[in-house]
């Protein structure tokens, strides 16, 4: 198994102009939080620490109140994505027709885990649940290209076509 890399946070000083005109925007709404996050992780790609303890220090929130709403929702990430985001799909149709093993072989060929981003910021895995693409199964994407019926043998070629 890969070992975990920590991605320094390379935030910037229009970055965080950003966010604190987010949170100001949501001042004074009612459950401001989730429009908070969504907004901050468009800005900043992902949900690092140091952007939850701004956000927490700004709304006098809790940090663990915000890291407890990042790593609930799925659709937060505490991981920056690569520029080609893989999503394997592990939902039944595909698992049982192999895509534990496609799993497998994507992080054995770019050496990193699921959440994970590669150090050139140029790969990051996903394991999703269905995506809707059962007739083709086994399936993953890789961004908005959908590859099934493949085999783990597939995926050095499949890769790549990425590899730039």
Do not use: W
């Not at 920590?6 to 009612?30: C, R, S």
């Amino acid at each position: 198994m890969a070992v975990a890399q920590k991605i320094p946070f390379k935030g910037t000083p229009e970055q965080k102009e950003q966010l604190l005109a987010v949170i100001a925007k949501h001042a004074n709404e009612e459950g401001a939080l989730i429009p908070v996050l969504h907004e901050a992780q468009e800005i900043y790609g992902y949900l690092p620490i140091e952007v939850q303890q701004m956000i927490s220090d700004e709304m006098h929130i809790p940090l663990s109140e915000i890291y407890g709403v990042v790593t609930f929702y799925t659709r937060f990430s505490l991981n920056p994505r690569g520029k080609y985001n893989i999503g394997v799909c592990l939902g039944t149709a595909c698992y049982v027709k192999g895509s534990g093993k496609i799993l497998e072989r994507i992080k054995e060929k770019l050496g990193i885990d699921v959440g994970e981003c590669t150090p050139d910021g140029k790969f990051s895995i996903e394991a999703t649940r269905c995506i809707g693409a059962c007739g083709l199964a086994p399936v993953f994407t890789v961004g908005e290209d959908v590859y099934g019926r493949l085999t783990d043998a597939d995926v050095d070629d499949v890769l790549a076509k990425y590899m730039d």
